[in-house]
């Protein structure tokens, strides 16, 4: 059966330092690749998307990568602040050309100031 | 303001008795998606719309109904609520397939 998995332990770091968390995913293919921040009792909010034919994708202090053979993409967070500390979902969409999104079970994040 | 927005955002109720939640976007999005995020098990996607009149199932459709008469809105209907639909319930809407969700705030619902 298809399985998302993100690091499910939280993971502290020092404010400055960069954050790197993990999903990685069997028995599926998707087309593209989301990153999702989501704050206690709100709604996920976009962070980054990236398709199944590109390697890397960058937006200010964030980094995706996405690695189809090892069915792995990393996200990076360089000069963490403490506002970063948040839950951060990974999602996978768009296989055999649906609407239909897989979503992994979130890394808790907290930058210690 | 582009946003999602749902009601009710909490619900206490009983066994049996029928509620709809209901869903809108203002941002003229095509695609729409119900999902239940449960502790441990993260977002599971319940229906979604590709437009008007026209819906699929995700991977947790059993006991939800939807329907998409107009393109603002796409509200959740359960017949028969049970206990184990007591979660948290999102909404969220894309402008095309491979674009990013925007989700609404969130409805906290409760079976007893």
């Known amino acids: 059966s298809q399985k998302i998995e993100q690091n499910s332990e939280a993971l502290n770091i020092q404010e400055g330092k960069t954050a790197t968390l993990t999903c990685n995913y069997t028995?599926?293919?998707?087309?593209?690749l989301q990153w999702y921040r989501q704050d206690p009792g709100r709604g996920p909010v976009f962070l980054l998307l990236?398709?199944?034919?590109?390697k890397e994708k960058r937006k200010e202090r964030l980094k995706v990568t996405f690695d189809t053979t090892l069915k792995q993409s990393l996200f990076h967070i360089t000069a963490s602040q403490p506002a970063d500390s948040a839950t951060y979902l990974c999602?996978?969409?768009?296989?055999?050309?649906?609407?239909?999104?897989?979503f992994g079970t979130g890394t808790r994040l907290k930058v210690l100031a | 303001e582009a946003q999602v927005t749902q009601n009710p955002r909490y619900l206490i109720t009983v066994t049996g008795k029928k509620l709809t939640v209901t869903c809108s976007q203002n941002?003229?999005?095509?695609?729409m998606s119900w999902y239940r995020q449960d502790p441990g098990l993260g977002l599971r996607q319940i229906y979604y719309?590709?437009?008007?009149?026209?819906?699929d199932k995700g991977d947790v459709p059993e006991g939800y109904k939807v329907s998409r008469k107009e393109k603002r809105n796409f509200p959740l209907i359960l017949e028969s609520p049970s206990p184990n639909q007591t979660s948290l319930y999102f909404c969220?809407?894309?402008?095309?397939?491979?674009?990013?969700?925007?989700f609404g705030p969130g409805t906290r619902l409760t079976v007893t």
């Open positions: 941002m003229n999005h095509e695609y």
């Open positions: 719309s590709m437009n008007v009149e026209a819906t």
């Open positions: 999602a996978l969409g768009g296989a055999s050309g649906t609407y239909k999104y897989i």
């Open positions: 969220a809407s894309s402008l095309k397939r491979n674009y990013e969700q925007y």
């Open positions: 990236i398709r199944e034919n590109e």
């Open positions: 028995n599926y293919s998707p087309a593209y």
